[in-house]
T-cell receptor, first 109, second 112 residues
């Protein structure tokens, strides 16, 4: 099984940078996903890391350290529309992933 | 987008009745999933499918069954609904280099 931990809530200011952490303890690991979910909507895919290091995609970056069982999602130049829940998910096998409980980010003006 | 639809989008039912939720995809993705999401919780996997007639249990499969007779359709059945099954149910498909998942709009189920 998998144990995935994320902070429950975070607050940040528009224009700032925020880092959302995810730690995991797993019996198997084939990669880590980040998804974004706005209130009342379905999750959407943001990023995937399978090797150690930083993956950058516009204002969003995701980092992975497999030896530490640790990942983070970095959001730069925060906008009000970034207020959402961010879900970390560990890919256990080719077809199956386990999700953390998510971090609710509130961006304030 | 993966072209995923769920029906119904909202349903209210009574304890003890059977309920079937339908997920339909138009992208010919191999993998399909059913999750439930409760307040303060992430997505918990109920069942998933890795091909027609090939399914496996997730972490919260008790009280649920699934069927996949065609690539495009994945059905979730609550044999005898209970109030603890009140939740938002998301269907997802998976395909591609990373097998990232694409989610349907969700079904809000209330069991009275």
């Amino acid at each position: 099984g998998q144990n995935i931990d994320q902070p429950t809530e975070m607050t940040a200011t528009e224009g700032a940078i925020v880092q959302i952490n995810c730690t995991y303890q797993t019996s198997g690991f084939n990669g880590l996903f980040w998804y974004q979910q706005h209130a009342g909507e379905a999750p959407t895919f943001l990023s995937y890391n399978v090797l150690d290091g930083l993956e950058e995609k516009g204002r969003f970056s995701s980092f992975l350290s497999r030896s530490k069982g640790y990942s983070y999602l970095l959001l730069k130049e925060l906008q009000m529309k970034d207020s959402a829940s961010y879900l970390c998910a560990v890919r256990e096998s080719a077809g199956k992933s386990t999700f953390g409980d998510g971090t609710t980010l509130t961006v304030k003006p | 987008d993966a072209g995923i639809t769920q029906s119904p989008r909202h349903k209210v039912t009574e304890t003890g009745t059977p309920v079937t939720l339908r997920c339909h995809q138009t992208e010919n993705h191999r993998y399909m999933y059913w999750y439930r999401q409760d307040p303060g919780h992430g997505l918990r996997l109920i069942h998933y499918s890795y091909g027609v007639k090939d399914t496996d249990k997730g972490e919260v499969s008790d009280g649920y069954s699934v069927s996949r007779s065609k690539t495009e359709d994945f059905l979730l059945t609550l044999e005898s609904a209970t109030s603890s099954q009140t939740s938002v149910y998301f269907c997802a498909t998976g395909q591609g280099e990373y097998n990232e998942q694409f989610f349907g709009p969700g079904t809000r189920l209330t069991v009275l």
